[in-house]
């Protein structure tokens, strides 16, 4: 090959030039392909880097863009994505329409029957069942990243009261029944009160299962507490003749 390139110098070399000359030719051939090369790739490299900045360039201005809309949706929370994985468009919006009711009404006790919003309902009950499969075990379309976004917004997992939350709540009701009637004697199907009735009714039915031994959801506590504000467990005034 080099004994070729020789060859085309000579070709190329005017008649007569000298075997230093056309040496001389040879060597100026190969610095002016080297410079060219270099000058080649200095071009490319001034194409990348305007390139990257225009890239650059672009990628800021979808920033700006991105944060302009996100201040657009004051008060509502981010949805990030989870790796290459995006939310599902259904999920995200139900969850953005959950949002905007927490900022409105200030919670998300929304009832599985919730008339303003039924499918609003039928999500967040949807939500609820499927935290319990996960927290079960059982397969569940509920992840970390649904559980993280809906208690940013205190989503109650659950709008049924704790049984004792209840018993201590008939408890003050029935209080303020005593201190204003002056005794505690609730009538089953009490008009002003229907819940309360309902619910002395069952206190005097434990604990008459309880003094015989029964089954029962009557503890000592409760006890002592219908005790300290004079609760008649047979629903009859304490001077009254019992027959």
Known sequence: ?????QQNYAALAPAGLPQQGLANLQQQQQTNSFLTSNASNAA???????????????????????????????????????????????????????????????????????????????????????????RNGKPSAMTQSRIDLLESIDFSWSIRPKPQDTWQHRFAELLAFQREKGHCIVPQRCKENPQLGTWVHTQRRQYKLKMEGKSNSMTQDKINSLNGIQFEWDGRPPNQDKK
């Open 44 to 134: 490319i490299g001034e194409f990348d880097a305007l390139n990257s900045s225009v890239t650059y360039d672009h990628t800021q201005h979808d920033s700006v863009m991105g944060a302009t809309r996100g201040q657009m949706m004051v008060g509502l929370p981010t949805l990030p994505a989870q790796g290459d994985h995006q939310e599902d468009p259904g999920w995200e919006a139900q969850f953005r329409v959950l949002s905007k009711w927490r900022i409105e009404k200030g919670h998300c006790k929304i009832p599985a029957r919730c008339q303003e919003n039924p499918r609003l309902g039928r999500w967040v009950m949807t939500q609820r069942r499927q935290y319990v499969l996960l």
């Open 1 to 5: 090959q080099q004994q070729q390139q």
